[in-house]
């Protein structure tokens, strides 16, 4: 389930279990129901990471575009999306899908906008200095077993792999495919040894160009009934 945005007078937006302002305590206004924010939140990933050409957006060589065009982007697909909603969605994304400039105090209003990761379009996003656990996660369908046995991750559409910090986030994109995803041990410590580069991407996600078979490391284990 995905929680309505409300918006506190004193500290601005804010999603919680609870709804209640995380600084405040405050019960604030809503400003979103779940479901409208589930769905700006998707069309403005799509735009950002799939189809910008189509939703009428120019991406920079980074992936920045300015928040303005998004903002009107999405607003001509739903009209009950002003600028407002749109920078709630983006400030409040639990995943950190989004990345803002910074704006005049440093506070994520600034004038661009762009897809922390996820990208099928071509942009190059520099790479960050955030620290990679030794373990990462990647949640699948059992039927990419086989193949990924034999080939590694790959990025498939996208333009990297995607890992996951937690076996719980990584069991949550693996639901997006299988009703009965399967959870695979990256071993990070030993790709980062051996060269491959592994980028923090969002609060969760680490992003690699792709990840050979050696680094898998539950491959075949008791809970894999492929073996
Ligand atoms: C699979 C979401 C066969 C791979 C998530 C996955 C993520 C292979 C599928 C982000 C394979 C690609 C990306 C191989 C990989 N043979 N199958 N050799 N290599 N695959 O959607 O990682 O919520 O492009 O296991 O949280 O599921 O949208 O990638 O099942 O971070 O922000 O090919 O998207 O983020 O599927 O998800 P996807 P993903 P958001």
Redesign the pocket.
């Known amino acids: 389930m995905t929680e309505p945005v409300r918006t506190c007078a004193d500290h601005g937006p804010f999603a919680t279990d609870d709804g209640t302002c995380p600084r405040c305590g405050g019960r604030g206004t809503e400003l979103l129901s779940g479901e409208r924010r589930r769905r700006l939140s998707k069309f403005a990933?799509g735009a950002l990471r799939h189809f910008p050409g189509d939703a009428g957006l120019e991406l920079d060589e980074r992936g920045w575009t300015p928040f303005e065009a998004l903002a009107a982007v999405v607003e001509r697909k739903y009209d009950w999306a002003g600028p407002d909603r749109i920078a709630a969605v983006i400030a409040t994304d639990p995943?950190g899908?989004f990345e803002r400039t910074g704006g005049a105090d440093g506070d994520g209003s600034g004038d661009r906008v762009r897809a922390a990761?996820?990208h099928s379009v071509d942009v190059d996003l520099e790479p960050t200095d955030a620290p990679v656990p030794d373990e990462l996660y990647?949640?699948?369908?059992p039927e990419?077993l086989a193949?990924?046995r034999?080939?590694?991750?790959?990025p498939?559409?996208?333009q990297h792999?995607?890992l996951?910090e937690s076996h719980g986030a990584a069991h949550?994109?693996?639901s997006?495919?299988a009703s009965d995803p399967v959870v695979l041990v990256v071993d990070a410590a030993g790709m980062l040894a051996d060269g491959h580069r592994i980028t923090k991407r969002g609060r969760e996600?680490y992003t690699a160009d792709r990840v050979p078979p050696a680094y898998l490391e539950k491959f075949g284990s008791s809970d894999d009934p492929r073996r």
Do not use: C, D, F, P
């Open positions: 990933s995943k899908r990761y996820g990647h949640g699948t369908a990419n193949s990924i034999e080939s590694g991750l790959q498939m559409s996208r792999v995607h996951s949550r994109v693996g997006r495919h996600t």
